[in-house]
DNA sequence: CCGTCACTTGACCAAGCGGTCAACAAATTT
DNA sequence: AAATTTGTTGACCGCTTGGTCAAGTGACGG
């Protein structure tokens, strides 16, 4: 087994020029926006000619919604932290430094999934009705059980979600005007950690748990 | 005194389609993008000829900074509700419900912030730097004047104001997903009240005040 | 009634856009 | 080593864009 064959090598080959087209699409989509982007300025960013980006991907739409989805499924993910939880603390807890995670190493993702969702979803308005809408859900009903057993206040879950989605998220898409208010530069890491606790006290103390 | 000159009447006549058109632009930008909305567009939606946009307003950049700025505007009259305050608990409750309001009420012009910003201000960097970081200073002031008082928990007052920011907006900004999870229906008076209730709720009680 | 000035608008333009294509180079298969 | 497939690229095309402009319209002051 695990005999690279002609074809394993190509393949290989061709999934790291698209990652390399991937990574270039989402920094400039982050940037621009969809209508703001140019093939011309992707193709640039990764050092190629446009029409092999074309090459690779047939329609700026077909890479937009790659791009999209990768930053989807890295949230997805997160979500285990949240299941493998017995209680709010360490459920909610564990979400929320992963989320922060996320917005920390893929702040341009999450820029390109704001623009997309603010537009009024008009590519991937599928996954929302789909793949959200299931995920969140399930979710709903583990923080639901949470309540029902007294393990935290009664509190609306959506709204709960929401708080932990909008405020994670913030320090992704938000963080030029953050860099601004802390005198121009990037937030380092003791202040980083200082964020993640302040926000997992003030969240799960606001919902009644003992931390 | 109050006597209406004929160029009373123009300037007045002027203003009204000028508004016309930013409530179109402010729609369209909102929409799309700065990048991918269009002069015929906004021209469309205020039902008037492109060109007659550009009598108004020379160029796209022009319109795009007004629109802009007048939400910018609408969020810093909401600081009022801020400072007349003697506590954290209305203080901070009665700008929660004021900023909720306004992505109520004006869910496009927050998009389209939000939008800039997440680009990186590429057109009113000058409001961040000088505006917006005065605003905040005021403000964290009296948060940490709060905490000194042992009106409320010591939480750093910038990730409390992150915090704030990010949950009300987000009403406006992630509307069509929250929408979508809403059964594909806007938030009702109830859920939207109850949306209000729930976030002070956690907040307040996040940072350690009586209710 | 006439002249002035703010406004309106269809036609137009250079520039940039997404996307195509034919010619070529490199790698694999036979 | 010939044949075939896969990748690369400069030049090109039709179309849309932001913005201009000259010719007009209408309202007001003298």
Known sequence: MNIQTPTDKKNAKRREKEQ???RAAE?????????????QLIADVA???KANVHYYFQTKEDLYRQVVSNIFGIWLEAASAF?????????????????MEISRSHPNGSKVWASEVMHGAPFTQ???ETTLVEWTQGRLAIIQRWVD???MDKVDPRHLLHMIWATTQHYADFRHQINTLNGGQPLGEAQWEEAKTTIKRIIL???GVKV
Chains 1, 2 share one sequence.
């Open 126 to 128: 599928d996954y929302l």
């Open 47 to 49: 050092g190629l000619p």
């Open 20 to 22: 390399i087209i991937l």
């Open 205 to 207: 103390q606001g919902i």
């Open 149 to 151: 057993a007294g393990l």
């Open 83 to 99: 299941d493998d939880a017995v209680g709010p603390v360490e459920g909610i807890g564990a979400y929320i430094d992963a989320k």
């Open 27 to 39: 920094r400039v989509f982050a940037q621009a926006g969809f209508g703001g982007a140019t093939m």
